[in-house]
């Protein structure tokens, strides 16, 4: 019987695809570790200040590439609509991401100014050239994701995963400072092109479209709206610290964040990620829907919840072990920022569910509500320096992310609730 069961088990294509993303962050997370340690050693809390405040611009704007509902719309499409959303959202995305190249040019000025060093401007117009590479792939990639394909997703993470974690101990054992975290990602890029294009046979018709454009865009709207919320609260710890501290104190922050959030946020990717395919197939069907979404919860919930106490509780050890003892005095940060990832899936997972119906404006509205409380509680935690931001990053998502985790899901499956597309069968 308990053979049948693992047997049964194996067989979920949530699971399978979990396994397929868990080994490619396997991978990554042996190549990573290497390339942490060096550059825990070779880099000074500067060069990681300056290069957060690059990797950090560039993370708000690639959210209006990937994830600006553009291949979400592709995903949830019916059959018959497919075709016309690629060859459209191919377009849509060519025009988005040379707009952002050209932004983000324009913007590294200005950030340059604000944060009084001008070293920032050239590699933020460099590691602009990423958003020229992405419409080569976006759609490619929904279609695979929108065939529960994460195998292929799994192969393009782990090979450029792994060049990049070996570029970046090169170029910072060559004295390269900062430009060994900005450089890397660029270089490497093209895997995914190469990978998707391979596995993929969809190419887009070379005449310009955009019939039906502005359905892709309403049903986007709310995506992004809530993605850059999500982007906003990741990353405004680093822009306020950056801007009202220090650099060096930055530097420590930032080392703290991948350090250990870091960790755990690529574990919670792997977890969340397959969830929206997995729901959106089953969206015809309640009893599968409601069985797939809190299946999937329950998964989450075993493998986030262990993780991320281990992590937090073995912190005070290998830290100074693994990256040296200059680092010690970031340990309480790393704890405090670690222990904030236990809620961050559920409320992801009930934000997905939401999307998968159509109602990502709910998601629009929380996140607009929740971005408040994490810049008043920011604001209150900075008075006591960077361990009262880490505070005050645990405490918000630990008091407000299980409220709306609960209150979505019993939105959604509610006796008399009108957001399911079919009702009980």
């Known amino acids: 019987m308990i053979i049948a069961k693992i047997k049964q088990q194996l067989s979920n294509q949530f699971i399978r695809n979990i396994g397929w993303l868990g080994g490619a962050e396997l991978l990554n997370r042996v190549f990573r570790l290497g390339a942490t340690v060096v550059l825990a050693r070779a880099l000074s809390p500067q060069d ?20 600006a509902g553009i291949g979400g719309k592709i995903v949830q499409a019916d ?3 497919v075709e016309v959303f690629c060859n459209t959202a191919y377009w849509l995305n060519w025009i988005l991401c040379i707009f952002l190249f050209v932004a983000q ?59 990049n974690n070996i570029l970046i101990p090169i170029f910072a054992l060559s004295g390269m400072g900062m430009w060994a975290l900005v450089l ?51 990353n405004l710890d680093y822009l306020l610290l950056g801007v009202l501290f220090s650099v060096e104190d930055l530097g420590v922050y930032f080392f703290a964040f991948n350090a250990g959030l870091g960790i755990s946020l690529n574990v919670i990717n792997i977890m969340v990620w397959p969830l929206y395919p997995h729901l959106c197939a089953a969206r015809g069907n309640f009893v599968e829907f409601k069985h797939k979404y809190f299946h999937s919860l329950k998964t989450i919930s075993l493998v986030i919840v262990p993780l991320v106490i281990l992590q937090s509780s073995l912190a005070p050890f290998y830290v100074p072990i693994v990256f040296g003892e200059k680092w010690r005095m970031a340990v309480p940060i790393l704890v405090l920022i670690c222990l904030s990832a236990i809620p961050r899936p559920f ?16 998601n629009v509205r929380w996140s607009l509500i929740f971005t408040g409380i994490f810049i008043a509680s920011i604001f209150i935690g900075m008075q006591w320096g960077i361990f009262g931001v880490a505070v005050s990053v645990l405490i918000s998502h630990a008091v407000a992310m299980p409220v709306f985790t609960v209150w979505a899901t019993i939105l959604v499956f509610a006796r008399n609730s009108t957001l399911l597309l079919n009702k009980k069968s």
């Not at 001008?118 to 958003?131: D, T």
């Not at 596995?199 to 955009?210: A, D, G, V």
């Open 48 to 67: 990681y200040g300056l290069a957060a405040i690059v990797l950090t611009v560039s993370e708000f704007t690639t959210v209006f590439t990937l994830r």
């Open 79 to 81: 059959e018959e609509d």
């Open 105 to 163: 040019c324009l913007a590294a000025f200005p950030i340059a100014w604000l944060y009084k060093d001008e070293k920032l401007i050239l590699p933020l117009c460099v590691y602009a050239l990423v958003y020229l590479m992405m419409p080569f792939f976006a759609v490619h990639n929904a279609l695979i994701d929108r065939a529960n394909r994460l195998k292929i997703t799994a192969i393009s993470t782990a090979i450029q995963s792994m060049l």
């Open 184 to 234: 890397p990602g660029l270089f490497t890029m093209p895997v995914w092109i190469v990978v998707t294009h391979i596995n993929e046979p969809w190419r887009p018709k070379m005449s310009f479209t955009l019939k039906r454009w502005r359905e892709i865009v309403n049903f986007g709207k709310d995506v992004l709206g809530y993605e850059l919320l999500e982007k906003l609260r990741a």
């Open 347 to 362: 409320e992801k997972a009930a934000a997905l569910l939401l999307q998968s119906l159509d109602k990502a404006w709910i």
